[in-house]
């Protein structure tokens, strides 16, 4: 492949659309940082964009078939090193979910989502039948279990459902008996309160009940959801203006750059701005769509829908959860939440993304 060809044909409209996300996401880091002790996040997050950049550039030159060749080489890899997080791994308010590196902290749990999507489009892709039987089904639901049940021990639940929408959208595509998707609601409905009492810790709870009736606890576990659909509220049609919402500004909004940036965002930006984004969040994820609709073998439609499946399970939980209709689970919005790692990740997938679409280019 010439570099000039690479050039060329990279999928631009997806990345124009990225750019402009991280953009909104970089001025509301700033505005929502001002005068703290963040107030460095919002030039950090630009340096995260630039290496997500050089990321993506790179995955996307690298022939995705040779990637997939070697997922279980990968996803052992990443096994042991989330194994490594909880011994030795970076504490911080009771969670253990960080290598530390000289200047920074890397989240290996984020880049385990790009592994499981070239896992899931391995074994999907090598099947000898038609659809997905119910030993295929076990082993593979087995493979992405223990990457899951490693980061609930960090504990991040967040982190750990996001692995399943990628196992989800694989298994949904390649074709499942009806039997099968009964027997999977079964053992979740039996499994549900087996995970309630033995698996998730108190605060866990907590969240979970909350939001529900935020009203319960409106100072403890009840404030941030709280203050999140305030904040939502006050936007209005045109919103209040940069670095001028109240919620935002006087601190009743909590982590106001990771979170419930887009809280922030709504109240800043109002219905209009929220319009906006919520617009390029569909535009993007259509476009990924696309590319797995003209990739060139059913293992690169895997990995393209298995990124679209993880970034829309990541919007509609974040934005679920800042207006009160889903839990507080920690699961950030992608390419606006401030953080190195899960930018990198984002951006590795897209260079997926790209690199599938590349492949359609070479003979």
Same mark, same amino acid.
């Given at each position: 492949?010439? $570099?000039?060809?690479?050039?060329? !044909?990279?999928?631009?409209?997806?990345?124009?659309?990225?750019?402009?996300?991280?953009?909104?996401?970089?001025?509301?880091?700033?505005?929502?940082?001002? !005068?703290?002790?963040?107030?460095?996040?919002?030039?950090?997050?630009?340096?995260? &964009?630039?290496? /997500?950049?050089?990321?993506?550039?790179?995955?996307?030159?690298?022939?995705?078939?040779?990637?997939?060749?070697?997922?279980?080489?990968?996803?052992?890899?990443?096994?042991?090193?989330?194994?490594?997080?909880?011994?030795?791994?970076?504490?911080?308010?009771?969670?253990?979910?960080?290598?530390?590196?000289?200047?920074?902290?890397?989240?290996?749990?984020?880049?385990?989502?790009?592994?499981?999507?070239?896992?899931?489009?391995?074994?999907? $892709?090598?099947?000898?039948?038609?659809?997905?039987?119910?030993?295929?089904?076990? %082993?593979?639901? /087995?493979?992405?279990? &223990?990457?899951?049940?490693?980061?609930?021990?960090?504990?991040?639940?967040?982190?750990?459902?996001?692995?399943?929408?990628?196992?989800?959208? /694989?298994?949904?595509?390649?074709?499942?008996?009806?039997?099968?998707?009964? +027997?999977? +609601?079964?053992?979740?409905?039996?499994?549900?309160?087996?995970?309630?009492?033995?698996?998730?810790?108190?605060?866990?709870?907590?969240?979970?009940? $909350?939001?529900?009736?935020?009203?319960?606890?409106?100072?403890?576990?009840?404030?941030?959801?709280?203050?999140? %659909?305030?904040?939502?509220?006050?936007?209005?049609?045109?919103?209040?203006?940069?670095? %001028?919402?109240?919620?935002?500004?006087?601190?009743?909004?909590?982590?106001?750059?990771? !979170?419930?940036?887009?809280?922030?965002?709504?109240?800043?930006?109002?219905?209009?701005?929220?319009?906006?984004?919520?617009?390029?969040?569909?535009?993007?994820?259509?476009?990924?769509?696309?590319?797995?609709?003209? +990739?060139?073998?059913?293992?690169?439609?895997?990995?393209?829908?298995?990124?679209?499946?993880?970034?829309?399970?990541?919007?509609?939980?974040?934005?679920?959860? &800042?207006?009160?209709?889903?839990?507080?689970?920690?699961?950030?919005?992608?390419?606006?939440?401030?953080?190195?790692?899960?930018?990198?990740?984002?951006?590795?997938?897209?260079?997926? &993304?790209?690199?599938?679409?590349?492949?359609?280019?070479?003979?």
């Amino acid at each position: 492949m010439s $570099t000039y060809r690479s050039v060329r !044909d990279l999928d631009w409209t997806l990345l124009i659309i990225t750019l402009l996300i991280c953009g909104l996401g970089i001025l509301q880091i700033y505005s929502a940082t001002r !005068d703290t002790r963040w107030e460095d996040a919002w030039w950090k997050q630009i340096i995260w &964009v630039a290496g /997500g950049l050089v990321v993506m550039w790179i995955v996307s030159q690298i022939d995705y078939h040779s990637l997939l060749s070697n997922a279980f080489l990968f996803y052992f890899l990443s096994v042991i090193a989330l194994a490594l997080v909880l011994m030795v791994g970076g504490s911080a308010f009771g969670a253990r979910r960080w290598i530390e590196l000289p200047g920074f902290k890397l989240q290996i749990s984020e880049f385990v989502k790009t592994v499981i999507i070239l896992l899931v489009a391995r074994y999907l $892709t090598e099947l000898k039948s038609d659809r997905v039987e119910g030993r295929d089904l076990l %082993k593979l639901g /087995g493979l992405v279990a &223990v990457p899951t049940v490693l980061v609930m021990k960090q504990p991040d639940l967040g982190t750990a459902l996001t692995y399943l929408p990628i196992l989800g959208i /694989g298994v949904l595509l390649a074709g499942l008996r009806w039997q099968y998707w009964v +027997a999977i +609601a079964i053992i979740l409905v039996l499994v549900v309160p087996l995970g309630w009492h033995f698996v998730l810790k108190d605060y866990q709870k907590a969240r979970l009940v $909350t939001f529900l009736d935020p009203g319960q606890d409106p100072r403890g576990s009840g404030y941030q959801v709280i203050q999140s %659909k305030i904040a939502v509220g006050a936007g209005g049609m045109w919103g209040r203006g940069v670095t %001028k919402g109240t919620q935002t500004q006087l601190r009743f909004l909590p982590v106001p750059h990771t !979170d419930f940036i887009f809280s922030a965002f709504a109240e800043e930006h109002g219905f209009v701005g929220v319009v906006v984004i919520l617009g390029l969040y569909f535009l993007l994820l259509m476009q990924i769509v696309q590319n797995a609709q003209m +990739a060139p073998d059913r293992s690169g439609m895997y990995v393209c829908m298995g990124v679209a499946a993880l970034l829309l399970f990541h919007i509609l939980v974040n934005i679920g959860m &800042v207006v009160g209709r889903m839990p507080v689970t920690g699961i950030p919005l992608p390419l606006m939440t401030y953080g190195g790692s899960n930018a990198l990740s984002f951006f590795l997938m897209l260079g997926l &993304v790209n690199s599938v679409r590349l492949w359609r280019f070479v003979s």
